[in-house]
């Protein structure tokens, strides 16, 4: 899952590295779009499920809810423990086992479920652990095309995804195998081909981050880097 390989550094400078910026972001938009429906957040619980470096432990924390980080990887463990609580996690395809049902008010898994050989399994079980919300970020196989002249082939893959979704794919997953409900949707940032780069070269990164984060976005939200969803339990 979340082990410390080539795409988890252990550090990371959001006000350095547009990409770095972008990694926490997506957790950021995540949060927002737990707090527009859930309301207040202090004093809920929070499971995060692959809690990396704990930059989620953090975002919650600051919220007043009460946090507890999981990860396969001990060192990632020893990172989310500056934010907060955190634990090894033993079952990686069913939680339930090692946290109960209805145990957190709201799980969150934030560009995990790729890296996880049986996700239907493990998106079931975060439902059944989540009392309330379950909050989702994973990569967006929907992206802008290139122009044909700059197609010499296609762009490599994070060499720990196992699988990949687009917004309606997922939505699919989620309501038709995994017991779920989708509340809304939540978008991250787009990057548009050449245009990107270009603003990158006039204006540096901070107006990358302001064109991909605004008036892209706008223009073509579910083109978004992430698909980030809200979902709740299915009741019917």
Request: aromatic share 6%.
């Amino acid at each position: 899952m979340t082990s410390l390989i080539h795409h988890l550094p252990k550090s990371i400078d959001e006000s350095a590295d547009k990409n770095h910026f972008y990694e926490s972001h997506w957790k950021q938009v995540g949060m927002d779009l737990l707090a527009a429906h859930a309301g207040p957040l202090e004093g809920l619980s929070l499971l995060d499920y692959g809690s990396g470096r704990g930059e989620t432990l953090r975002l919650a924390a600051k919220q007043g809810m009460t946090v507890l980080g999981t990860d396969v990887d001990e060192e990632c463990v020893e990172l989310s423990l500056a934010h907060g609580d955190a634990r090894i996690l033993k079952e990686v395809h069913d939680p339930v086992l090692q946290f109960g049902e209805n145990s957190f008010d709201v799980v969150t898994c934030f560009h995990v479920l790729e890296h996880v050989d049986r996700p239907k399994e493990v998106l079931t079980a975060l439902g059944k652990i989540a009392r309330r919300y379950v909050v989702v970020a994973i990569p967006n196989l929907r992206q802008l095309p290139r122009p044909r002249f700059l197609r010499k082939q296609p762009f490599p893959v994070n060499e720990g995804h196992l699988q990949g979704w687009d917004h309606s794919h997922f939505r699919n997953l989620a309501e038709k195998h995994c017991g779920l409900k989708l509340v809304a949707w939540g978008h991250d940032h787009v990057r548009v081909p050449l245009l990107s780069g270009l603003a990158a070269k006039i204006g540096g990164d901070r107006l990358a981050i302001r064109l991909e984060t605004g008036v892209f976005l706008k223009i073509a939200k579910f083109h978004c880097s992430s698909v980030i969803a809200l979902f709740e339990r299915d009741s019917r």
